[in-house]
């Protein structure tokens, strides 16, 4: 079975601070790893992904996500947040086994302060 | 432009008057999903399809019904909706239904609110 474990709900940060949001996750089989971000009032747009292969995976808007296999972990950060970095991020799991089915976490609210 | 269209983006109804919310995409993908999105608990599956015709229950799909008639349009019914079913509403598809390595494209959601 596969689960997802976002630690902390609510992060805020100050403009030009590094983002660090945190996610590990539960996999009978080799995972595959998603980071969603939610822009109030929209859908979930993809930030980036880890599939097989290098294990530090960048994404956009300066975004990059590390696979650590022992520690069963993906966290997510930014060397410098920005105002408009302010949103939900999600991070889900899938395997070749689940049929593509996507689990999510639930989410931490990132706020930046000026 | 590649998108998933859901309709209405606002919805306010009583308490079981039956309702319908439209998604319909327009990339080709075969497999397309419902997601309800509650505070704290992140977004949740309700159903799932994974090709024409074929459906399938996702983790909480009491109360809700879909339909797969044709491949771009997947509609999400509540038959007799409840307050509990109050809710952000997000459809998603993708391309290859069995392949969890690639990626989903949401809707801008459907708030939902039942009194």
């Known amino acids: 079975a596969q689960s997802v474990t976002q630690l902390g709900s609510h992060v805020s940060v100050s403009e030009g601070a590094l983002v660090l949001l945190r996610c590990n996750y539960s996999?009978?089989?080799?995972?595959?790893l998603f980071w969603y971000v939610q822009y109030p009032n929209q859908g979930l747009q993809l930030l980036l992904k880890?599939?097989?292969?290098?294990?530090l995976v960048k994404g956009i808007n300066g975004f990059e996500a590390e696979f650590k296999k022992s520690e069963t972990s993906f966290h997510l950060t930014k060397p410098s947040a920005h105002m408009s970095d302010a949103a939900e991020y999600f991070c889900?799991?899938?395997?070749?086994?689940?049929?593509?089915?996507?689990?999510f976490g639930r989410g931490t609210q990132l706020t930046v302060w000026p | 432009e590649a998108q998933v269209t859901q309709n209405p983006r606002y919805l306010i109804t009583v308490t079981g008057k039956k309702l319908t919310v439209t998604c319909s995409q327009n990339?080709?993908?075969?497999?397309m999903s419902w997601y309800r999105q509650d505070p704290g608990l992140g977004l949740r599956q309700i159903y799932y399809?994974?090709?024409?015709?074929?459906?399938d229950k996702g983790d909480v799909p009491e109360g809700y019904k879909v339909s797969r008639k044709e491949k771009r349009n997947f509609p999400l019914i509540l038959e007799s909706p409840s307050p509990n079913q109050t809710s952000l509403y997000f459809c998603?598809?993708?391309?290859?239904?069995?392949?969890?390595?690639?990626?989903?494209?949401f809707g801008n959601g459907t708030r939902l609110t039942v009194t």
């Open positions: 998603a598809s993708r391309t290859q239904p069995g392949q969890g390595n690639s990626p989903l494209h």
């Open positions: 996999s009978s089989v080799p995972p595959y």
């Open positions: 880890y599939t097989t292969g290098a294990t």
């Open positions: 889900a799991v899938s395997g070749s086994s689940t049929l593509g089915r996507l689990y």
């Open positions: 990339m080709n993908h075969e497999y």
């Open positions: 399809s994974m090709n024409v015709e074929v459906t």
